[in-house]
């Protein structure tokens, strides 16, 4: 982790969010599931540099995410909601990317951030009652716990050694 960011650093930064954008824009969606891969670049962030540049790459996706495709109005807790994700991840991948150490972030980034303060933010936003939201976005949680948890073992196997040499 980094306490000072050289040019480079915030130039692969602001690529990350570039492409946290982009894979946002991609997913995989029926009634009522959404698989996608924007945490892909925010995992990559928080490896590499850290909690706070995670936290970055995620509530700037947003925002940025927001302002170019709108889906409703501009809501400030989901980007309090992204930026979280980031920082869990890179809290927990601060010193290594371990089996327990990923099962414990999508635990927390799924359990808590996603499944009760996005379900929270929808239930309040839209009036929905909070209780039956919840239920119902408990299928979606555990998709993408495990499509999560999968996508950063394999990265740290075989991604992120190859990208070492070109974001440090």
Do not use: C
């Amino acid at each position: 982790m980094q306490t000072k960011m050289s040019v480079k650093s915030v130039s692969v930064v602001g690529f990350l969010v570039a492409m946290e954008i982009i894979l946002a824009r991609f997913s995989i969606h029926t009634w009522n599931l959404k698989i996608g891969f924007s945490f892909i670049p925010i995992v990559v962030a928080a490896i590499f540099y850290g909690p706070v540049a995670g936290g970055l790459v995620g509530a700037i996706g947003d925002v940025v995410s927001a302002v170019l495709f709108p889906v409703g109005a501009y809501f400030p807790g989901f980007t309090l909601t992204a930026f979280l994700t980031g920082a869990v991840f890179g809290w927990f991948f601060r010193k290594k990317v371990s089996v327990l150490n990923v099962v414990l972030s999508v635990l927390v980034v799924q359990g808590l951030i996603s499944q009760v303060m996005n379900t929270y933010w929808i239930s309040f936003l839209y009036g929905s009652p909070f209780g039956p939201l919840f239920v119902t976005r408990l299928y979606q949680t555990a998709a993408m716990s495990g499509v999560q948890a999968a996508t950063i073992l394999l990265m740290d196997r075989k991604l992120l050694p190859v990208l070492k040499q070109y974001v440090q």
